[in-house]
């Protein structure tokens, strides 16, 4: 396993991180998350990311018991706050007392004593910036975390935010999580250049775009019975990338991968870590063999030659732009 710095900060992460959502707490039992989670450990990965929101508390609880074997200084948990839990109007968003309440409610569901990073699930365009980077700042000193971290913050949210933490001598901010991969690109377009400049490094979520790169899913066909897709009517995120045009790309991208011994999820996986700007990218498993295969990932390189060839491809669809 290779670990790289998050951002300016010194702190060091896995480039594979494994996440929870939509698994933990829900559709995988908690035995097999365990043993996943295990498995991830003994590979060497050792950033852990999970959510208040995922499934209202569930999957910091499964990740806090399961975590507990190991020396808690060997592992980074990330978590988040946002998206409501619970029914009244500040059991939500980014206002100082939903994220000092909601920060220890998630140190208790985890079973720690500190939070490595916490990080605003989303921008809230409703409470001034300056109140959300203060309540952070104030977890920091009370020694309740210790990094600050945001997720799917624009260019513009980042910048300001990062100059109110120097204005105000804060403590900065060291992540940034957006959803990236071979089909989702935005945050090339401005995040990573606004973020490198500004100390913040990437740790990237849907990294195999719910599974479509994983190859699964073909052009003009239906969805596999047991897929994700044909089960989960709900799931906005992967609902937004079923285009012919873009299933077909990934048909061309596995031959491709087949052809340099690559899977298609090993070659989607590779391909993002070649940013600099990308400290970790978060995959999902519900069974130890996809773990395996992730992980196989890092020890292959990709080439100049290959990079062209994923490129050619990559062009047919870059005006496609799912969720956005």
């Known amino acids: 396993m290779q670990y790289r710095y998050l951002g300016k900060s010194g702190l060091q992460v896995s480039e594979l991180a494994l996440g929870s959502w939509l698994t933990y707490g829900k559709a995988v039992g908690n035995e097999t998350a365990e043993a996943c989670i295990d498995r991830a450990y003994e590979h060497g990965i050792n950033f852990f990311d999970t959510a208040n929101a995922y499934e209202q508390g569930e999957a ?97 949210d980042l910048e300001r935010a990062q100059t109110i933490n120097r204005d105000y001598r804060l403590h900065p901010l060291i992540s940034n999580q957006p959803i990236y991969n071979m089909i989702e690109r935005y945050i090339e377009e401005d995040v990573i250049d606004t973020s490198h400049r500004n100390g913040i490094g990437q740790i990237v979520f849907s990294p195999l775009a719910q599974g479509v790169l994983t190859g699964k899913y073909k052009p003009n066909e239906a969805p596999p019975k047991a897929s994700r897709a044909a089960n989960d009517e709900t799931n906005f995120v992967i609902n937004s990338y079923f285009d012919d045009r873009v299933l077909q790309a990934v048909e061309s991208l596995g031959k491709i991968a087949a ?46 030659d290959l990079l062209v060839e994923i490129d050619r491809i990559l062009e047919t669809i870059k005006d496609f732009h799912p969720m956005r």
Not at 281 to 302: F, M, W, Y
């Open 60 to 156: 910091e609880r499964v990740l806090g018991k399961a975590l507990q074997k190991y020396q808690r200084s060997s592992y980074v948990v990330a978590t988040k706050v946002f998206f409501p839990m619970g029914e009244g109007v500040n059991y939500r968003g980014l206002s100082r007392k939903h994220i000092i309440e909601q920060c220890d409610q998630s140190l208790k569901r985890l079973d720690l004593d500190y939070i490595d990073l916490y990080q605003c699930h989303r921008p809230d365009p409703h409470v001034p910036l300056e109140e959300t980077m203060m309540a952070l700042d104030d977890l920091v000193r009370a020694g309740k975390i210790l990094y600050k971290g945001v997720s799917e913050f624009s260019s513009i």
């Open 259 to 304: 052809a340099n011994d690559f899977t298609m999820a090993q070659l989607a996986l590779r391909w993002i870590l070649r940013q600099d700007n990308v400290a970790s990218a978060i995959i999902g498993a519900s069974r130890t063999e996809q773990i395996d295969e992730n992980v196989e990932a890092l020890h292959k390189p990709l080439t100049e």
